[in-house]
């Protein structure tokens, strides 16, 4: 594998969830994969699971890690080409990914969606330069549009949580505060859509996902009913994507929020968020330290699907 943005850049999903499993029953006996290999982990935004996670899954396949923090330490970083660089950013992204590309093997990029330019957003165009330029295989950690990381930790975490082959799994909108990217439920659907599952996405009129990523999904307004006989129910705020709204905040209707009364609509369902979550206005406090809450299991996982992705990638050097 030299790139890792899409459920497709994984292939079978049933193998890649076995191959998971026996990396997580043996974590170490891969360390001769990444002798003398370096990863280059690039933040321009922040993170707390994403960084501890993939370095430790590195570190796991005896990889070196350097992390940068574009935005702490490092030159401000033009991304514009025909830009006169008269301002405060001194070095232009089209010579710092090359100059990156020569102190590693692989690099991963988090790059969150500006809110800008829509098109730019969704043409990825800060990770396809990486992709471009850099020389090396390119993952992504949380980019304008996708989180696979993530999905496909929880896409783990289901599968050793799920009593019946095919569970109804129920991806529900809920309030924020601040307007959050799609990424996370973008790339939630496309690999709920490839499990098969029975999935269904609830969110109030107006949050509408790119149907690119909607896929077959069952679109349910009504979230109560949405929630009837779900086995799991995975609640993430994000902003609107349909234009003009693009990147605002439309609605803060705390009747979103999952609380007790809203999982007993459920199959006893499990609880589950990618974190960081807000207390209380995503969830409530009981629900999320429930015997239902997956939230540290999901969180456990994202060393296991980093460490299969990197895996695939030194297999392929
Ligand atoms: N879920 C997730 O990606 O967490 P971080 O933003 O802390 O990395």
Request: negative net charge.
């Amino acid at each position: 594998m030299r790139y890792f943005k899409s459920v497709s850049d994984i292939g079978d999903l049933s193998a890649a969830v076995k191959e998971a499993l026996d990396v997580k029953a043996r974590r170490f006996d891969f360390k001769h994969l990444g002798e003398n290999k370096t990863l280059l982990m690039i933040f321009f935004n922040s993170s707390l699971r994403t960084r501890l996670s993939t370095q430790k899954a590195a570190m796991n396949l005896g990889m070196n890690v350097i992390v940068l923090d574009v935005n702490q330490g490092a030159w401000k970083l033009e991304t514009e080409r025909g830009v006169i660089m008269d301002g405060d950013k001194p070095e232009h992204l089209l010579e710092a990914i090359p100059v990156m590309g020569c102190y590693c093997d692989v690099i991963g990029v988090r790059s969150f969606a500006r809110f800008e330019n829509k098109r730019d957003d969704y043409e990825e165009k800060i990770l396809n330069q990486f992709i471009r330029y850099s020389g090396r295989p390119v993952f992504a950690m949380e980019t304008a549009t996708v989180h696979p990381l993530q999905s496909f930790a929880d896409l783990i975490t289901i599968e050793e949580h799920k009593a019946v082959e095919r569970p109804k799994v129920v991806l529900t909108w809920a309030p924020h505060p601040k307007a959050l990217p799609q990424a996370v439920p973008n790339s939630f659907a496309e690999w709920m859509n490839a499990a098969g599952y029975d999935f269904v996405i609830t969110h109030p009129k107006g949050y509408e996902l790119d149907p690119q990523f909607v896929g077959n999904a069952r679109v349910e307004y009504d979230q109560d009913r949405a929630l009837e006989g779900a086995d799991f129910v995975y609640a993430k705020n994000w902003s609107a994507f349909a234009d003009p709204n693009y990147g605002k905040v439309l609605c803060t209707d705390r009747s979103w929020t999952i609380t007790t009364e809203k999982m007993a609509l459920t199959n006893n369902a499990y609880f589950m968020h990618c974190l960081p979550v807000r207390r209380n206005m995503i969830v409530s406090d009981d629900v999320i330290e429930s015997e239902r809450s997956l939230v540290i299991p999901e969180a456990a996982n994202r060393e296991i699907s980093a460490q299969v992705v990197l895996k695939r990638i030194l297999e392929s050097l």
